[in-house]
């Protein structure tokens, strides 16, 4: 499930301020593959799917994360 942009953007700022690790993901507009970019800590607005090529806008489509965190 992918939530707005900016949402997103902010709340995963909070857990990298602190240390954490984020990998942001982003479900693919075209195919509906689920994507992971593999730099850590950095949101696109964009993102180009593996599967099938679509660019898909993380700002009109929306994005998710994926949290590491070190105990």
Not at 17 to 33: M, P
Not at 34 to 57: A, D, M, P
Request: glycine share 10%; with cysteine.
């Amino acid at each position: 499930m992918d939530g707005p942009f900016n949402e997103v953007a902010d709340e995963a700022e909070q857990y990298i301020k602190v240390g954490a690790t984020v990998y942001f993901k982003f479900t693919c507009e075209h195919c509906g593959s689920r994507q992971t970019f593999t730099e850590r800590n950095t949101l696109y607005e964009t993102g180009k799917c593996e599967e099938c090529g679509h660019i898909t806008s993380l700002v009109n489509c929306g994005c998710g994360f994926m949290l590491l965190k070190e105990l």
